[in-house]
């Protein structure tokens, strides 16, 4: 046998008064005469309020013993709690409902992924660009994101190794945007490989020689560049769809053009040599002289606009930022500059475009273009400012004519304005026609049905002496916030719409076949996605269609 271990030694022997085994595991000590109960506390339900049953009056009826007692606190302590249990119902410390998930499985925080904020002008000594976003709300370690960058950083600065020396924040700017992008689309896991890609891709690219190169820009700019180029290009643009941009006449006079012949013979007085003007750079009066005899004055070339220095608004021009009181920054010859269509007039008469070859019922067919977008380049001369270079391209933007264009007799140059016109002396040495022969030989292209795109076209019609009733122009379709007379300029527009930089060859001066392409580019852009034009009134059309045909 087993040696007693005393366990039961504590209990009251439930057959106490009748005993009957011979050894006995409870005791039968008259001291002991209760089972000792732990109290386990359960939450019971308030609203159950206690009702007396026949069950718990025949419990207390019975005698008590140690049977009973075990019996008692096993029915009070439930095996499961129910699912209407409040401790199951609620939580006892936070006291949520069941049907939401514990507070550690739930969702905290910005619902929407951080995304770095760009800091061009933070630049370390080496030249890469400092991330400044919060370690906090990265997804990705910022450590590790910072060492991507500069990695981007690294391999933009070799593809723009040719026009980082006249851009030099491109690099850091574009890599800053790189890994944004990259940083937007990947996930922890998967970022460093989409930089790895990313730099894989920038590899490929051919090296840019300018700014509105195609390779210039970060992977998603690339792409979308690309995809509206051939969008473009597909788009050959037809009278049918620029109908509706078609300036009517009082649209025309509203916006500065020459609409009608102004009085007089015209071409009686080509030139002010020996007379008295007014300088259109600084604004005193001279005697016209030729380029070689001329008076020399102090000006700015560039324009004036209001800046804050100190706290204090001034006007500076854009050239030196110097004040309107302060000397010039460059020194030239004294020139004018006239806008008043019977003065132009007078120097070059004004005509109209001519009318279609079957306007007078004959069966010859017409070479003109439906559609053509055309720039001039002006220079000083002792006639004003005169045209020196006419430039033309269809609706595909090919160029079809593009010719220098000699001063009338008695018209000599002052100035070639080669920082805006691109014209020196060289290259206007090979002019042969003077203008009215580029007008006859326009004419091959041209008539009155035509549709001319252009930027301030109304500038270059009136140094054409051309007067033309069927004008899209950009500066209307794309204004100014400030209304007319203002108007942005076409470098501002390419840059913003089309991605493209144009004019910055500097004191070189401007392409007229550049600006041509831009404004055709500008007006495709247009119609893929600007918003449509309103409907013209049938009374406008049914004028500008008369004005045509005379």
């Known amino acids: 046998m087993f040696p007693t271990l005393g366990l039961f030694q504590s209990l009251p022997c439930p057959d106490k008064q009748h005993r009957t085994r011979l050894h006995c595991l409870f005791s039968h000590s008259p001291d002991i005469t209760s089972i000792p109960v732990t109290p386990v506390p359960v939450d019971i339900p308030k609203s159950a309020p206690p009702q007396a049953s026949s069950s718990t009056s025949s419990r207390a009826s019975r005698p008590f013993t140690p049977a009973t007692a075990v019996a008692s606190a096993s029915a009070s302590i439930p095996a499961k709690r129910p699912v209407s249990s409040p401790l199951r119902a609620a939580g006892p410390s936070n006291g949520t409902a069941a049907r939401e998930p514990p507070t550690k499985l739930q969702r905290t925080g910005a619902p929407n992924r951080p995304v770095a904020v760009p800091s061009g002008s933070q630049t370390t000594s080496t030249g890469a660009p400092v991330l400044r976003v919060s370690a906090a709300q990265s997804q990705v370690p910022v450590p590790v994101r910072q060492a991507m960058l500069k990695s981007l950083y690294d391999h933009f600065a070799i593809l723009y190794e040719t026009i980082l020396p006249r851009n030099p924040t491109l690099a850091a700017e574009h890599a800053l945007k790189q890994e944004e992008e990259v940083y937007k689309k ?307 527009l390419a840059k913003e719409f089309l991605g493209q930089t144009i004019q910055a060859a500097g004191a070189a001066g401007h392409s007229s076949v550049e600006d041509s392409i831009a404004t055709l580019d500008l007006v495709r852009w247009h119609v893929l996605n600007g918003p449509k034009p309103r409907p013209k009134p049938p009374a406008a059309t049914a004028a500008s269609a008369s004005k045509t045909t005379t």
């Open 186 to 492: 990947s996930s922890k896991l998967t970022y460093r490989n989409a930089v790895i890609s990313s730099i894989a891709a920038l590899k490929r690219r051919p090296k840019p020689d300018s700014v509105s190169h195609a390779s210039v820009g970060t992977e998603e700019e690339v792409i979308a560049r690309e995809e509206m180029r051939k969008k473009m290009t597909a788009l050959r643009l037809t009278a049918a769809q620029l109908e509706p941009y078609v300036l009517s006449v009082d649209e025309m006079k509203k916006w500065g053009y020459v609409v009608e012949v102004p009085a007089g013979p015209g071409g009686d007085k080509p030139h002010e040599e020996g007379s008295v003007m007014t300088c259109e750079r600084c604004n005193q009066k001279f005697l016209v002289k030729r380029r070689e005899n001329a008076d020399q004055c102090r000006y700015h070339w560039g324009k004036p606009y209001s800046s804050k220095v100190n706290g204090e608004k001034r006007r500076v021009y854009t050239c030196c930022a110097r004040t309107p009181d302060e000397e010039g920054c460059q020194t030239g010859p004294h020139v004018f500059y006239e806008t008043d269509p019977e003065d132009l007039h007078r120097r070059h008469a004004f005509t109209h475009t001519r009318p279609p070859a079957d306007a007078g019922g004959g069966s010859n067919t017409d070479t003109a273009l439906d559609v053509v977008a055309l720039d001039c380049e002006m220079i000083y001369t002792t006639g004003g400012m005169r045209v020196a270079r006419v430039s033309v391209v269809d609706s595909a933007g090919k160029e079809i004519f593009d010719e220098y264009v000699r001063m009338d007799e008695g018209v000599e140059v002052i100035d070639f304005n080669t920082r805006f016109s691109g014209i020196n002396e060289e290259n206007y040495a090979t002019a042969v026609l003077p203008l009215a022969s580029i007008r006859r030989a326009m004419d091959a292209f041209l008539n009155a049905r035509t549709i001319i795109i252009g930027h301030a076209l109304e500038n270059d019609l009136k140094t054409l002496r051309m007067i033309h009733h069927r004008c899209v122009d950009t500066a209307v379709l794309f204004p100014h916030t400030a209304g007319p007379p203002y108007k942005r300029a076409l470098r501002a």
